[in-house]
């Protein structure tokens, strides 16, 4: 019996890592926010630190997290996408944290960071950014999984069969909508 | 400073990503049009730079200098690396990357007038 559903298909239209499609915007944003965030940060830290020292550190935090974003999106291997998870998911942390402390506690912030006002500074891009992000990923560790499942019950048809095809019908969805 | 030249920018990147975001919408890819306009964008960006440049020459400082060098560093980088990256790019997603470039070349123009307040929008 034949399997056809199990086949990467790296084609132009249907992306093929987290590099591409969606993933070309996504990273070319990340690496706008890490290349802005590490010059602004570095600029800060070395003329004025003592001004506010808090915020200062709090950005290079930032810069630090976009950086690996970027890179991992970029690579797009199962332990970058771990890796971009973990740091996605601190982002959003992040910005949520430092935003509601930014606006509960001004004394702390004299000059703003990325994340303060939950990133209203930067059109709130730096809260949608890890939200995105996270979907992006999710879509991808859905995906794996499919595969996964399709090639365990390739080998096995009689008793994954239901749970297999439900999961390729998620693929063929995700596919068109990509 | 005459604002012509940012204003110019800031209309001309919007228009940009408005178009880009058009084709994306349209399933488009990489087109020679959107090419040609990131070559206008290029264009218009490196006179500002000049234009900043030669500001500086004449002898006048902003408060942050070494943010401005560095605006006036990246600035020509954008429309280029948004080239190279949207291009390999076979979907509609190449004209996406197109559109942040095109608001990124406006927003540029507004964070420099805040950097240095000489430089009119």
């Known amino acids: 019996m034949s399997e056809p559903v199990a086949s990467p298909e790296p084609t132009a239209s249907h992306p093929d890592s987290t590099r591409t499609g969606p993933g070309r915007v996504l990273i070319a944003i990340y690496a706008l926010f890490a290349l802005s965030a590490s010059a602004r940060a570095g600029v800060q830290i070395v003329t004025k630190f003592s001004h506010a020292p808090v915020a200062y550190l709090l950005s290079a935090f930032a810069a630090v997290v976009y950086v690996i974003a970027t890179v991992t999106f970029a690579v797009g291997s199962p332990t970058a996408r771990r890796i971009a998870l973990l740091s996605c998911s601190i982002e959003l942390a992040g910005v949520l944290a430092v935003g509601t402390w930014s606006l509960a506690d001004p004394a702390t912030f004299p000059d703003a960071t990325v994340w303060s006002g939950y990133g209203s500074g930067y059109g709130y891009v730096p809260l949608v950014l890890p939200v995105f992000g996270l979907l992006w990923l999710r879509r991808w560790n859905r995906r794996a999984r499919t595969r996964r499942t399709i090639i365990t019950s390739a080998g096995d048809a009689g008793e994954a069969a239901d749970g297999s095809v439900d999961h390729r019908h998620q693929e063929t969805s995700w596919r068109r909508s990509g | ?121």
């Not at chain 2, 030249?5 to 990503?17: E, R």
């Not at chain 2, 399933?27 to 440049?53: F, K, T």
């Open chain 2, 1 to 121: 400073m005459n604002g012509a030249v940012p204003t110019t920018i800031i209309v001309a990147g919007l228009v940009l990503a408005g178009y880009a975001l058009l084709m994306t919408a349209l399933n488009r890819r990489m087109s020679v049009i959107l090419l040609a306009a990131l070559g206008v964008l290029e264009i218009l960006l490196l006179v500002e730079v000049g234009l900043i440049v030669a500001k500086l020459a004449g002898g006048e400082r902003p408060a942050g200098l070494a943010t401005l060098i560095g605006y006036l560093i990246a600035m020509p980088l954008v429309p280029v690396a948004a080239a190279f990256w949207g291009l390999m790019e076979r979907s509609r997603w190449g004209p996406a990357v197109i559109a942040v470039a095109g608001l990124v070349a406006a927003v540029l123009m507004v964070r420099l007038h805040q950097i240095w307040p000489v430089i009119h929008v």
